[in-house]
């Protein structure tokens, strides 16, 4: 498949104006998705796609996964109303870039503020998401705004995981400390940055918390909305006498939930990744009944309605991406190179750089304030009653708040 179109442009030129000081030992490429040849065949699979004339047990509705008239819907949307071209001239509405570091082909988001003072933030998704979740927030970050007397903007990078979308596959036993590694090189050698602020959700948490930990002369700062160490059991929060509030009582259960019932596509993503990616390879409807079910499960159940945008045409977006680039199958073996990446034992990273942390009432994972200031210097722990695991999407406006919070704690 074709993945990108690379701009015809002097690179010195496009990287002084749009980038900023670079290393000149890296070759650092304007890009922009053009994936357009591709959408005959994705749809011309989807309208050949059979699905069952009717639920093969109703009365669970969708507690065993995917919802038959959730996926049909989807389904007849893909072919009638969704509009990729739309949906890609918004991808390229921001400054996209490639580099290699050492032998990855990385694709990252880098938009720059305005303010000559803005603060450096890395921007880190996971599974099954990329940077296009974090694109609601991505331009009110870099406008300045006022946070305790003080104007805060951002210079935003968002950087693709290693094997998702247009980053290339990683090589075998590839870890989050890997990723963590080209990350940092990507934000001080390639772009320049002598420090920086970071956030993560999913596998970013994984990733930036490794920032937080092996850079910390660098990362200066660090805001999560889940910690990659072990959600407390039940019995453990009654253990240590935690008293929670009526949305942190809703996260405990959803986070209960997950672990519980939700959690065979991470055994399966994590032990036999060739069986689900090669499966789902070339059937888009396979990998959109996979996925679409996690981005409505993990989501508020207020998906939809502001300030969530997390909608249909969202859920299609992020599963035509993963189809077009051909990095289904690449992007789950993240599972499989790092099968332990929830730590049970709790340990504080060795950095006085602040940690910020976000609770949202309907995450997948659930983290009492006392447990997270065991893995770093907390100074801020936030609940929020509206939104789930896509913070981005379901409450854009509550996780450009997190992030702008983030700076007054910024030490250069």
Avoid at 261 to 282: H, V
Wanted: aromatic content about 14%; some cysteine; proline content about 7%.
């Amino acid at each position: 498949m074709v993945y990108f179109l690379n701009i015809a442009l002097v690179v010195s030129t496009a990287f002084t104006t749009v980038v900023g000081a670079t290393n000149i030992n890296f070759d650092v490429k304007p890009f922009k998705i053009d994936l357009s040849a591709e959408v005959p065949r994705l749809k011309f699979l989807v309208n050949n796609t059979r699905l069952p004339a009717k639920a093969l047990y109703p009365s669970i509705g969708e507690e065993e996964g995917t919802g038959l008239g959730f996926l049909r819907d989807l389904q007849t949307q893909w072919l009638t109303s969704f509009d990729w071209e739309a949906q890609q001239a918004e991808l390229n509405q921001f400054q996209q870039f490639t580099v290699d570091i050492e032998g990855q082909t990385v694709h990252f988001v880098h938009e720059k503020s305005e303010d000559p003072n803005a603060i450096p933030l890395v921007l880190l998704h996971g599974w099954p998401g990329s940077f296009h979740e974090f694109l609601p927030v991505i331009k009110p970050l870099t406008e300045s705004s006022l946070v305790n007397g003080t104007n805060v903007s951002y210079n935003v990078v968002v950087p693709g995981l290693p094997g998702f979308l247009f980053s290339s596959p990683p090589p075998l036993n590839w870890t989050v400390a890997d990723t963590a590694r080209i990350f940092n090189t990507l934000m001080t050698d390639v772009l320049g940055y002598e420090t920086y602020a970071v956030h993560g959700t999913d596998w970013g948490c994984g990733v930036g918390y490794s920032l937080y930990s092996d850079f910390n002369s660098t990362v200066r700062a660090l805001q999560l909305v889940l910690l990659p160490f072990l959600p407390l059991s039940p019995e453990e929060i009654a253990a240590n006498n935690i008293t929670l509030t009526a949305v942190e009582e809703v996260s405990e259960q959803r986070a209960v939930a997950w672990t519980t019932s939700d959690w065979g596509y991470f055994k399966e993503q994590s032990t036999k990744p060739n069986d689900l990616g090669l499966a789902l390879y070339d059937s888009p409807v396979g990998q959109l009944a996979w996925i679409a079910g996690k981005y409505k499960r993990w989501s508020d159940p207020r998906a939809g309605t502001p300030p969530s945008v997390l909608d249909h045409t969202a859920i299609l977006t992020a599963v035509s991406l993963y189809y077009l680039t051909d990095s289904f199958l690449s992007s789950i073996w993240i599972y499989e190179q790092n099968p332990n990446v929830l730590n049970p034992v709790y340990s504080k990273a060795p950095t006085d750089a602040p940690l910020l942390f976000s609770q949202y009432e309907y995450s997948i994972g659930f983290w009492p304030e006392q447990y997270v200031a065991k893995v770093g210097n907390l100074v801020s722990y936030t609940v929020h009653d509206f939104g789930g695991h896509w913070a981005g999407l379901d409450n854009p406006p509550a996780l450009i708040g997190d992030l702008r919070a983030m700076a007054p704690y910024f030490s250069a």
